[in-house]
């Protein structure tokens, strides 16, 4: 098998939650040879069974990278926290090297509801994670690919970032302004050669949407099974997709295979249509 990141250092924020894409997307990049930073912020994490302390989490990812002949280290982070960003990237760079490769990953999805019910503060939460991380964590991870000569950022939009969604307004908004910060990162860093993509997943069956499933079910007075086959009828393979889909998507656009590739966003959506 070809290890086309092998000498590569690749870090990945939101890794923790066990079905999620940030943990796919660890595993998969892993396999290509790549050097694994899982990071999160601190704290718990709500599972269907119960709170999970995140360094925890992040530790089994590092564990399964190990058990398949791969290497990484797991570390704190909080997109929202300029200080916290810095403090993991003097330990990565102190344990391994610059980054090579950023997956912007991490989200929320505070502010989801009605738009009418919406509250500022939520809006704001919404910003602080979705664009304002994305952001943070590109600036600081430019000037160390720019003196490598290149490097390759991944942001994790949405279809919610190509179209309107009714009751994700706040999700919505700050996806789009991802794919604006995608296409903005793309033109002014090429010359250095640093590409920047995203990925824009539809429905993928991760923690986060099963627990989208159940609020708008809630919400309309639907059983789960009923609102699931609501959701899923206008998607074109009338299913969810997997953290896998996304985690492949990311690893060819981090990788050699997309060396021509940059300011795009890329459905990963099983032909969902992004609407209006």
């Not at 969604?165 to 990162?185: E, N, P, Q």
């Not at 090429?190 to 159940?214: K, L, Q």
């Amino acid at each position: 098998m070809v290890r086309e990141l092998a000498g590569k250092i690749a870090l990945v924020t939101g890794a923790a939650a066990p079905n999620g894409i940030g943990r796919a997307t660890c595993l998969r990049l892993a396999r290509d040879g790549a050097f694994i930073v899982a990071t999160d912020m601190g704290g718990a994490m709500t599972l269907a069974d119960g709170p999970r302390d995140r360094a925890g989490l992040l530790d089994e990812v590092i564990a399964a990278i190990a058990d398949a002949g791969g290497q990484g280290m797991a570390h704190e982070l909080d997109v929202t926290d300029a200080s916290s960003i810095a403090a993991c990237l003097k330990a990565v760079r102190g344990a391994a090297g610059p980054v090579d490769i950023l997956v912007n990953n991490a989200g929320s999805l505070a502010g989801a509801g009605p738009f009418l019910d919406g509250k500022a503060e939520d809006w704001r939460t919404s910003f602080e994670v979705n664009i304002l991380g994305p952001m943070r964590l590109s600036q600081a991870v430019i000037p160390d690919m720019r003196a490598a000569g290149g490097g390759a950022i991944v942001n994790i939009g949405s279809i919610g970032g190509l179209g309107g969604r009714a009751a994700f307004g706040a999700y919505s908004a700050m996806k789009h302004a991802v794919t604006g910060l995608t296409k903005t990162i793309a033109v002014e860093f090429g010359p250095d050669g640093i590409r920047c993509n995203a990925v824009c997943p539809g429905y993928i069956a991760t923690d986060m949407h099963a627990a989208s499933n159940r609020r708008l079910a809630e919400a309309e007075g639907l059983s789960l099974d009923e609102m699931k086959a609501r959701r899923y009828e206008a998607v074109a393979l009338r299913d969810a997709g997997s953290p896998e889909d996304v985690a492949e998507a990311v690893a060819y656009l981090a990788g050699p295979r997309a060396a021509y590739v940059t300011g795009v966003n890329l459905p990963v959506t099983g032909g969902l249509s992004p609407g209006i």
